[in-house]
């Protein structure tokens, strides 16, 4: 496992405060807290990127191939899937 490394941040007098005093209810450091909060906030945005690539990449493959779903296609999928039902994806079509 890597060593972490140390990064400074600068807090508003406020959101520090903020920060101690959630820290202080749940019995964990500053130090905790912060880095929790970057952790969720990386991994919140990283699959927040992916799927923008993911869009875009499907944006190119229909504008290349002009093959798709309706939304009505897609939404009795979708309604089967969602009643427990084993249901084979759709075939696109032109």
């Known amino acids: 496992m890597p060593t972490p490394s140390t990064t400074s941040l600068k807090l508003d007098p406020e959101t520090k405060e903020r920060v101690q005093r959630l820290a202080a209810a749940r019995r964990r450091s ?3 807290v912060m880095r929790e909060a970057v952790e969720q906030y990386v991994d919140r945005e990283e699959k927040r990127e992916q799927f923008h690539q993911d869009a ?10 002009g093959l798709h779903l309706t939304a009505g296609e897609a ?17 696109c079509h032109i």
Do not use: F, R
Request: hydrophobic residues 55%.
């Open 30 to 32: 500053p130090h905790w």
């Open 56 to 65: 875009l990449a499907a944006w190119a493959s229909y504008q290349a191939t």
């Open 75 to 91: 939404d009795a999928w979708l309604a089967k899937l969602e009643a427990g039902k084993h249901a084979a994806v759709p075939k």
